[in-house]
Every structure is written in C-alpha cells, then in structure tokens.
Nanobody
Framework: QVQLVESGGGLVQAGGSLRLSCAAS????????MGWFRQAPGKEREFVAA????????AYADSVKGRFTISRHNAENIVYLQMNSLKPEDTAVYYC????????????????WGQGTQVTVSS
C-alpha cells in the first residue's frame, strides 16, 4: 500500500510559478511510475505529466509542455511538479498518482492517488 500526500498548491498570478510535492509513505516510489493529473470544476480529470519508474522517461500533456517539469527525489521519496509560466487555465485540483505497472497517461491505470492540492491562477 502506498499513501500519497500532495502539497504546494495555492494562489498565484498568471506568469508565476509553483512547485507541487507528492510525498509517499508505505513503499518506495522508485518502484512505481508516477503521474500528475488535474481536474477543473465541471471537467474530466486530465493527464498532466508522467515519469517512468527508473526516471529515464517523462511525458507531458501538450498544454503544459515546456512549462511544467516532473521529477523525483528517490532518497526523500518525493515526486515534484515544477510549474512555470502559469496560466488561468491551469487552475484545477492537482493529484499525484502511482502506477505499479510503470507510467501511463490514463488515470484508470494508476493504483494509488493522493487527496489533491488546489492550484488557482489569477489573471
């Protein structure tokens, strides 16, 4: 069992930056593919970024490519999402997730989820 806890969300102006953290307990994250997803009010949960279990592969949604970076710190069992040049359309609850079968862009493939952290970008 893996417990995930996100933090780092908040209110930021357009053009600003935030770094989200996903801290894990119960298992080492180096054995899992990790993903970040987001869900805005009235919308489906959507893929944001993913990182392979060995850290050698990343994937990003087109809407965040070049602005967001996913990374992991295995020693601290934390996964990060660095978000730069934020836009109002990035406003959502952001979730991290762990996948025993390595990374995926489909939320349905992930086995463990955090509770989410709110990111609000003002114009």
């Amino acid at each position: 069992q893996v417990q995930l806890v996100e933090s780092g969300g908040g209110l930021v102006q357009a053009g600003g930056s935030l770094r989200l953290s996903c801290a894990a307990s119960g298992r080492t994250l180096s054995n899992y593919g990790m993903g970040w997803f987001r869900q805005a009010p009235g919308k489906e949960r959507e893929f944001v970024a993913a990182l392979s279990s060995n850290g050698g592969f990343t994937a990003y949604a087109d809407s965040v490519k070049g602005r967001f970076t996913i990374s992991r710190h295995n020693a601290e069992n934390i996964v990060y999402l660095q978000m730069n040049s934020l836009k109002p359309e990035d406003t959502a609850v952001y979730y991290c997730a762990a996948d025993r079968a390595d990374w995926d862009t489909r939320a349905s493939q992930y086995d463990y989820w955090g509770q989410g952290t709110q990111v609000t970008v003002s114009s």
